[in-house]
Each structure stands twice: as C-alpha cells, then as structure tokens.
C-alpha cells in the first residue's frame, strides 16, 4: 500500500495559478502511473490527469486540457499538478491517486486507481 499526502490548495483569482503536490511512500513509487482526480460538493469524482510510471505518456480530462500539466519526481517520491488560468469551475478538492497496477496506465476511472490521498481544497475566486 503507498501512503499519499497532498499539498499545495488554497484560494487564487480566475487567471491564476497554483502547483499541486503529492507526496508518496510505502511501495516502488516509481513502478505504478499516478493521477489526478477532483471532487466539487454534490459532484462524482472526476478524471483530471494521469502520467506513466517513468513520467511519460501524460493524459489529461478534456476540460483541463492545455491549463493544466501533470509530472512527476521519481528521485523525489513526488507528484505534481501545475494549473494555471483557473476558473471558477476548477473549485474542488484535489485528490492524488496510485494506479491499481505496477507497469500499467491508461485508465481514466477511480476503479483503475487503487490509493488515495486526503485531499487538498483549490477554490477559484471569480
């Protein structure tokens, strides 16, 4: 099981920006593509961004498409979501995520993904 720890939420103006990052430990970080995902009050869990496990291969949700980009650190055990030009519509929490399966990506689903972290609240001022 890898542990998962979110940081980097806060408030910013439409236009801004913020970087996300996620922090893992517990299993070979660097064997399993990680993701993005988000949640606004009274909505499913969406798709944001996934990246392979050697940080290639990067795949985005289409209303995120060109704002935000997904890397990662595998020196560093890190994960990052860099957004910019935030919208209103971007308000949710932020949640990482480690795919189910070493070797394997691809998935767009919260089924493909098997560890979660806590969460980290983004707010996007109009």
């Known amino acids: 099981q890898v542990q998962l720890v979110e940081s980097g939420g806060g408030l910013v103006q439409a236009g801004g920006s913020l970087r996300l990052s996620c922090a893992a430990s517990?299993?070979?970080?660097?064997?399993?593509?990680m993701g993005w995902f988000r949640q606004a009050p009274g909505k499913e869990r969406d798709f944001v961004a996934a990246i392979g496990w050697d940080g290639y291969n990067p795949y985005y949700g289409d209303s995120v498409k060109g704002r935000f980009a997904i890397s990662r650190d595998n020196a560093k055990s890190t994960l990052y979501l860099q957004m910019n030009n935030l919208r209103p519509e971007d308000t949710a929490v932020y949640y990482c995520a480690a795919y189910k399966m070493q070797w394997s990506s691809g998935g767009r689903g919260a089924a493909d993904f098997g560890s979660w972290g806590q969460g980290t609240q983004v707010t996007v001022s109009s």
């Open positions: 517990g299993r070979t970080f660097s064997s399993y593509a």
